[in-house]
């Protein structure tokens, strides 16, 4: 069992920053893979940022070069450093773990632990 508490959501003016993080505990919690997955409201949800038991990070187009994914295994976190926010980033923000990859990396159905959530708004 994994468990997963995020924390660091708020309301930003576009162009803004914010700093996510996600408490990971649990049993053998620091070799799973972790991601970062967001859901708009009306739409599906998407995984925007991903690190695996290797240390190896992969993003989605729309936030390439605008957020950073890292995990501090002393402190047992996850971050999402998000720069240069844009309206469209607005969501309810989650962080998920998975045994391992056993696919696409973006690839929902392979996380079998989620956190609650944390929302995050951007205005224009």
């Known amino acids: 069992q994994v468990q997963l508490a995020e924390s660091g959501g708020g309301s930003v003016q576009a162009g803004g920053s914010l700093r996510l993080s996600c408490s990971v505990s649990?049993?053998?919690?620091?070799?799973?893979?972790l991601a970062w997955v967001r859901q708009a409201p009306g739409n599906e949800r998407e995984a925007v940022a991903a690190?695996?038991?290797?240390?190896?990070?992969s993003y989605s187009d729309p936030v390439k070069g605008r957020f950073t994914i890292s995990r501090d295994n002393v402190k047992k976190t996850l971050y999402l450093q998000m720069n240069s926010l844009e309206p469209e980033d607005t969501a309810m923000y989650s962080c998920?773990?998975?045994?391992?990859?056993?696919?696409?990396?973006?690839?929902?159905?392979?996380?079998?632990?989620w956190g609650q959530g944390t929302q995050v708004t951007v205005s224009s």
């Open positions: 690190l695996d038991s290797d240390g190896d990070t």
């Open positions: 998920a773990a998975a045994s391992r990859f056993q696919g696409r990396w973006d690839d929902l159905r392979q996380y079998n632990y």
């Open positions: 649990g049993y053998r919690a620091g070799s799973y893979c």
